[in-house]
């Protein structure tokens, strides 16, 4: 049987993949990347003659036991530049497991999956616009040990796909975001999709979550462009990840209600390490801070659904530990040591209209020096970045 084309790779046995379907049927390929003579492996690809069609996306076949698609030779590529729109594997089948494949230059997606059962393991995503797309009706899926790079989003998720996880996966350098967790209103189905132990290198953001139920724990995360982890939606819960070094900042949670920002350690970020703005009832919990411009901001919360910091530790900051701006959160036993400004910085937010938002937190238990807070009877007027964050909202 001779090797598949660019269009069918991974879909049928070849000298740079094979399919195992149950052994009473043969995944063969479709009529169009038959081609006449045998093709060769060259350079890690599998080509074929002129008779195959790159316009048309390949399907993985469904088989009563499922789909399993291996690379035989380590390195062995998948380009994808040939095919113009669609995905290159459209995963319809239950119970499809990807191992070792190398696939680049998507147009689209990589792997559109829209089943349940998915295990994709050791294999290698780059340059593509999405490289997993999981739609809303699929579930029981298991990403671990792949590489995403330079794609536009690594995985993207549109809804609270059960029984999902995504752990030890390293993506590097996708233009937005590695990890992509968004949809319009809150998703009711409950449970959460587990992301764990990944790391996040040179992202635009590492992870982007809204409205989706989502456990984002022991990650690493470093040198993102913009925030760490940015928070547009309610649903997620970030607990216990090393987040460092950006020009941005750490973890910004807006109009996130509920969220539990929980026990992560985050340095060296230009801006603030954490700010919760326009959200309500968020919890910012045991996490230490050091060696950034800014500790926490809350700004322009939700006064009758006030969010909470608690036992933070913030060191060092080179401006203020804690800024409050328009909000009236709770904090209870923080600790800001050796702030280069103030360790607790208190503003109204007056709108252009003439509007005032009053900042009124509730404080018990915290180590602040006397001499380091400011609140509003201290100045006039807010200064210039606190007003910016909130002109962002």
């Given at each position: 049987?001779?090797?598949?084309?660019?269009?069918?790779?991974?879909?049928?046995?070849?000298?740079?993949?094979?399919?195992?379907?149950?052994?009473?049927?043969?995944?063969?390929?479709?009529?169009?990347?038959?081609?006449?003579?045998?093709?060769?492996?060259?350079?890690?690809?599998?080509?074929?003659?002129?008779?195959?069609?790159?316009?048309?996306?390949?399907?993985?076949?469904?088989?009563?036991?499922?789909?399993?698609?291996?690379?035989?030779?380590?390195?062995?590529?998948?380009?994808?530049?040939?095919?113009?729109?669609?995905?290159?594997?459209?995963?319809?089948?239950?119970?499809?497991?990807?191992?070792?494949?190398?696939?680049?230059?998507?147009?689209?997606?990589?792997?559109?999956?829209?089943?349940?059962?998915?295990?994709?393991?050791?294999?290698?995503?780059?340059?593509?616009?999405?490289?997993?797309?999981?739609?809303?009706?699929?579930?029981?899926?298991?990403?671990?040990?792949?590489?995403?790079?330079?794609?536009?989003?690594?995985?993207?998720?549109?809804?609270?796909?059960?029984?999902?996880?995504?752990?030890?996966?390293?993506?590097?350098?996708?233009?937005?975001?590695?990890?992509?967790?968004?949809?319009?209103?809150?998703?009711?189905?409950?449970?959460?999709?587990?992301?764990?132990?990944?790391?996040?290198?040179?992202?635009?953001?590492?992870?982007?979550?809204?409205?989706?139920?989502?456990l984002v724990e022991r990650n690493e995360f470093a040198n993102a462009r913009?925030?760490?982890?940015?928070?547009?939606?309610?649903?997620?819960?970030?607990?216990?990840?090393?987040?460092?070094?950006?020009?941005?900042?750490?973890?910004?949670?807006?109009?996130?209600?509920?969220?539990?920002?929980?026990?992560?350690?985050?340095?060296?970020?230009?801006?603030?390490?954490?700010?919760?703005?326009?959200?309500?009832?968020?919890?910012?919990?045991?996490?230490?801070?050091?060696?950034?411009?800014?500790?926490?901001?809350?700004?322009?919360?939700?006064?009758?659904?006030?969010?909470?910091?608690?036992?933070?530790?913030?060191?060092?900051?080179?401006?203020?530990?804690?800024?409050?701006?328009?909000?009236?959160?709770?904090?209870?036993?923080?600790?800001?040591?050796?702030?280069?400004?103030?360790?607790?910085?208190?503003?109204?937010?007056?709108?252009?209209?003439?509007?005032?938002?009053?900042?009124?937190?509730?404080?018990?238990?915290?180590?602040?020096?006397a001499d380091a807070v400011q609140t509003p009877e201290d100045l006039q007027?807010?200064?210039?970045?606190?007003?910016?964050?909130?002109?962002?909202?």
């Open positions: 049987m001779p090797s598949q084309c660019s269009c069918c790779w991974g879909l049928w046995p070849s000298s740079a993949g094979r399919t195992r379907a149950n052994a009473r049927r043969r995944v063969r390929p479709p009529a169009r990347c038959r081609s006449p003579s045998p093709a060769r492996p060259t350079a890690g690809r599998v080509r074929c003659g002129k008779r195959c069609s790159s316009q048309t996306p390949p399907r993985a076949r469904r088989a009563s036991h499922g789909v399993r698609i291996v690379a035989e030779q380590p390195g062995t590529a998948i380009d994808a530049q040939g095919l113009t729109a669609g995905p290159v594997f459209d995963l319809t089948a239950d119970n499809t497991s990807i191992e070792g494949v190398v696939l680049r230059n998507c147009v689209a997606t990589g792997i559109l999956l829209r089943a349940r059962h998915l295990h994709l393991q050791s294999s290698v995503v780059e340059s593509c616009d999405v490289g997993v797309d999981v739609a809303e009706n699929a579930s029981d899926i298991l990403l671990e040990h792949n590489r995403f790079t330079n794609d536009r989003v690594g995985v993207r998720f549109t809804a609270s796909n059960r029984n999902t996880v995504v752990i030890g996966n390293t993506f590097l350098q996708d233009k937005d975001a590695g990890l992509w967790a968004v949809r319009g209103t809150a998703d009711g189905r409950g449970g959460a999709i587990g992301v764990r132990e990944n790391h996040f290198i040179a992202d635009g953001s590492g992870v982007v979550a809204g409205n989706v139920g989502l913009d925030a760490a982890i940015h928070l547009i939606g309610a649903g997620a819960v970030i607990r216990g990840n090393q987040i460092r070094s950006g020009t941005a900042m750490g973890i910004v949670a807006e109009n996130a209600g509920e969220t539990v920002i929980d026990s992560n350690e985050l340095e060296q970020f230009a801006t603030y390490a954490i700010m919760v703005r326009g959200s309500g009832n968020a919890l910012v919990r045991a996490n230490r801070i050091h060696n950034c411009g800014y500790g926490l901001a809350f700004v322009l919360g939700d006064p009758r659904r006030p969010s909470s910091a608690v036992g933070n530790t913030i060191i060092e900051p080179k401006f203020n530990g804690i800024d409050v701006l328009g909000d009236s959160p709770i904090l209870r036993h923080n600790q800001v040591l050796r702030p280069h400004a103030f360790a607790l910085h208190v503003l109204d937010y007056q709108t252009p209209g003439g509007q005032t938002f009053a900042a009124r937190p509730f404080l018990e238990g915290n180590n602040f020096r007027m807010p200064d210039s970045q606190m007003r910016a964050a909130a002109r962002r909202q």
